[in-house]
């Protein structure tokens, strides 16, 4: 059974930093795409990031959202593969959100990755949130 369990998040103040982790088990894949989500109270879950796996070990980041780029980046434990990172730097109020890491294994993976809609993912963490006030 896959699962995915976020951590990391917590409250931080403007400008500061934090680096949520998604821990990934019960399932090995050779090629899939996982993806950082958020959802703020009362609006839609969108993609902050996403990285492609391929070949089970190479992996790429293939999508960052406008509003996070030159502040976020994700990637991957090279140690321990089944682990990605969200780290986010220079955090703003807007920021604030439940933030989710999901995997697309089935389908049309690479465009999934490039272009991601929450709905093409088809297995999710509980979230982890993220609080920023100044």
């Known amino acids: 059974q896959v699962q995915l369990m976020e951590s990391g998040g917590g409250s931080v103040q403007t400008g500061g930093s934090l680096r949520l982790s998604c821990a990934a088990s019960?399932?090995?894949?050779?090629?899939?795409?996982i993806g950082w989500f958020r959802q703020a109270p009362g609006k839609e879950r969108e993609a902050v990031a996403t990285i492609y796996i391929q070949d089970g070990s190479t992996y790429f980041t293939t999508y960052t959202a406008d509003s996070v780029k030159d502040r976020f980046t994700v990637s991957r434990e090279t140690s321990a593969a089944s682990t990605m990172y969200l780290e986010m730097n220079s955090l703003k109020s807007e920021d604030t959100a439940m933030y989710y890491c999901?995997?697309?294994?089935?389908?049309?993976?690479?465009?999934?990755?490039?272009?991601?809609?929450?709905?093409?993912?088809?297995?999710w963490g509980q979230g982890t949130q993220v609080t920023v006030s100044s």
């Open positions: 019960g399932y090995y894949s050779s090629r899939s795409c």
């Open positions: 999901a995997v697309d294994r089935d389908g049309d993976i690479w465009n999934s990755c490039r272009s991601p809609r929450a709905k093409m993912f088809d297995t």
